[in-house]
């Protein structure tokens, strides 16, 4: 039997794209462009491990494939191009588009993706059979596009009770949650659990066995993410596009919520979004992680611009070399602060509304 011949990229692709990431990590991320710049045959040894994990039958696998096929192809230039435009991966993208297994996400990403790079690299004729397999794809799939858009429904006083149950309901899981974890903490430390009034208001809350909430309602949901872009016809409609986090903020109709995104708030229709769990304990720790590495680098970032705004004439040698490095340190956290700028456009959205 023959194996794949492995090649030095594939670890750090496997990093990037496995299938146990709850969303895009753009450290690891990050890691495979640095590693691809860097490397003379980093372009060719990238496209050829994405080539594999594209084969692998996880849809979360091939998408944070094809989101990683996307920031190299923003941050690696002509050579990443040309392996992207290339007869092998192209094909393979044709391939997984075209099998009958393939989630339906997974061939509307690659759409989305062959899109972009067909109008990225129009101008150079050596990048043309990106265009000519976009074309074919394509035709080959005329039913790949968003979805209509829900009649707005006024939501009923038996919606409203429904997510008031749902709501109460997530309420009392997340109490016996928390109860569970006290009492196996307890235990393990020898102590007694808690008990008393606390105890016995949070029995008293769980008496009345229900299934579990659906997730259908904004009440229970904190934010969804996009799964096509969104283009208002109304007045009043959240513009967004695929990948997008949206922050729910309340249901307005019976298949439209209102969202928050980059401070602009809205509604848009459920059938465009997916919901997202919230993170976790291990995300939020990478997320503050993130954010003090950024808040790290604002010290050269301040003096890269200081030194940008001398004049031209005034640079010495060393103060060129100090400016190159100062520009490869800030260019590292890009992706980074573009994320916490979004983040921090939603929270500053959400502000007004807190306050009506």
Known sequence: MFRAQQNAFDDVVAKATDENLTSENWEYIMDVCDKANSDDNGARDAVASMIKRLAHRNANVQLYTLELANALSQNCGQKIHLELSSRSFTDALLRLANDRNTHQQVKAKILECMEDWTAMFS????????????????????????????????????????????????????????????????????????????????????????????????????????????????????????????????SVYKDWWKGSLRGQTGIFPLNYVEKLSDPTAEELQREAQMEAEVFGEIKNVEKLLTLLSTSSSELNVQENEEITTLYHSTLAIRPKLIELIGKYSQKKGRIPLMLD
Do not use: C, W
Not at 135 to 149: D, R, V
Not at 179 to 199: D, L, M
């Open 123 to 250: 101008r150079d004729p050596d990048l043309g059979i990106m265009g000519q397999q976009y074309i074919k794809l394509k035709s080959q799939n005329p039913n790949l596009h968003p979805p209509s858009k829900p009649h707005k429904r006024e939501i009923t006083d038996i919606d409203r009770k429904k997510e008031y149950e749902e709501l109460q309901m997530a309420l009392a899981l997340s109490i016996k949650d928390k109860a569970a974890a006290a009492h196996a903490i307890a235990v393990k430390s020898g102590q007694p659990p808690a008990t008393g009034a606390a105890e016995s208001s949070k029995s008293k809350a769980l008496v009345q066995p229900q299934s579990l909430p659906s997730g259908t309602t904004a009440a229970t949901v904190s934010r969804v993410r996009a799964l096509f872009d969104f283009q208002p016809s109304e007045p009043g409609e959240l513009q967004f596009r695929k990948g997008d986090v949206i922050a729910v903020l309340e």
